[in-house]
T-cell receptor, first 115, second 117 residues
């Protein structure tokens, strides 16, 4: 079975400051890793994904994440946040042998960017 | 990218009535769609997996007679909340997976907020 732990439920940060949203996962099989963003009253939108290869993954809106297999982590980072980055962020894992059928989501981290 | 559209975005209904929510994949064929329920400030709870041309697979604890799912075509899945009650009020989200290339990525609809009075 898989599990996803997002270590921070809320992260307040000032505009233009860097931010890191933490995600740890547990799985006995190899997984794909994802970060999704959800703006208020909207569905989820893919920020970035790790399938294989380089452990540093770049996504949309200036976000990046690094896959660390030994620490089973996939932390999301942005060097300088904007007000518009205020949203809910979900880390997710999907076993590579299930094609997305068993995607597990973390509880979410609310990023609040202050002026 | 792949686009999934969900309709309606907002719906208010009286207790005891039924409400249908549609989920469409606009530019790809989705053999499998997923329906989630999301409570305020919480993560997504998978309700069921919808496969085109076959019965949906419901997660444990989800009443299949309450939440009817139909996946009649490769681009449309519907969720009908039957005899809705105030406790069914929630944000419902659908997602779809693309057949190929299959990377496990899910494409989400915009969500539907149901309020039952």
């Amino acid at each position: 079975a898989q599990s996803v732990t997002q270590l921070d439920s809320q992260v307040p940060v000032f505009e233009e400051a860097p931010v890191e949203l933490r995600c740890n996962y547990s799985s006995s099989v190899s997984v794909y890793l994802f970060w999704y963003v959800q703006y208020p009253n909207q569905g989820l939108q893919l920020l970035l994904k790790y399938l294989s290869g380089s452990t540093l993954v770049k996504g949309i809106n200036g976000f990046e994440a690094e896959f660390n297999k030994s620490q089973t982590s996939f932390h999301l980072r942005k060097p300088s946040v904007h007000i518009s980055d205020t949203a809910e962020y979900f880390c997710a894992v999907s076993p590579t042998n299930t094609g997305g059928f068993k995607t597990i989501f973390g509880a979410g981290t609310r990023l609040f960017v202050k002026a | 990218g792949a686009v999934v559209s969900q309709h309606p975005s907002w719906v208010i209904c009286k207790s005891g009535t039924s409400v249908k929510i549609e989920c469409r994949s606009l530019d790809f064929q989705a053999t499998t769609m997923f329906w989630y329920r999301q409570f305020p400030k919480q993560s997504l709870m998978l309700m069921a997996t919808s496969n085109e041309g076959s019965k949906a697979t419901y997660e444990q604890g989800v009443e299949k007679d309450k939440f009817l799912i139909n996946h009649a075509s490769l681009t449309l899945s519907t969720l009908t909340v039957t005899s809705a009650h105030p406790e069914d009020s929630s944000f419902y989200i659908c997602s779809a997976k693309r057949g190929a290339p299959d990377t496990g990525e899910l494409f989400f609809g915009e969500g539907s907020r149901l309020t039952v009075l």
